[in-house]
Structure formats: C-alpha cells, structure tokens
C-alpha cells in the first residue's frame, strides 16, 4: 500500500488515496514517480514475504540505469531481500531486477 500521486494537474502532488497494489511474483514501478518507489518497493517485498513469495521481480526499465542502480541500492538495505541481480533476457534483462527473498521458514537461508 503507498500513496499514489494524483492524475489531476490541479491536485497537490500527493493526494491521500490508498492505492493497494497485488502482490504478484513481478511489480512494475513505471507507474510511480520516481520518488515513491523506495516506499513501495519496500511494502511490496514485505508483502511478498509474508506471502512466502521467495523470488518476485521489480520491473524498472532499461533507460540510462538510475531507477535500476537505485533499486539496486535500496536492496542491500531491505530486510528480506537475501539477494538480487539484473533478469534473464527473456524477463526482461537489465530492465527488470530479480530479487530472491528469505526463506519464511529459515531466515538464516
């Protein structure tokens, strides 16, 4: 869940709609601005985690890498993030980051 920017040119920039996003096996951050995502890529994998999810992947685009180094970052601070790199071609490459979550089981995995 994260608040979601607003549509209407008139609205302030934030207004206080809840936006509940699924939790799937893959998240596509293009419809965030870029100064939500960290806010929601954190939920979504504490979602995911709870969901016993152990591999879900954040869908950035491939433009000049920032949302990708960014996201990349944020990961080495996320607390069920175990680790992560860039997708297979096929999932979408550099444009996409695959991140494998703890075990619910055995956080120690």
């Known amino acids: 869940m994260t608040r979601i920017r607003s549509t209407d040119p008139d609205d302030p920039p934030f207004d206080d709609e809840i936006v509940h996003v699924p939790i799937t096996e893959a998240l596509d951050l293009h419809d965030f601005a870029p100064r939500e995502i960290p806010e929601v890529v ?59 979550l703890q075990d619910p089981e055995n956080p120690q995995a």
């Open 42 to 100: 954190e939920a979504y994998l504490e979602a995911a985690w709870e969901k016993g999810f152990r591999e879900v992947r954040l869908i950035h685009g491939r433009g000049k890498g920032v949302q990708r180094a960014r996201i990349q970052s944020l990961l080495a601070k996320v607390a069920h993030a175990h680790s992560w790199g860039d997708a297979p071609a096929e999932r979408g490459g550099w444009g996409a980051t695959l991140v494998q």
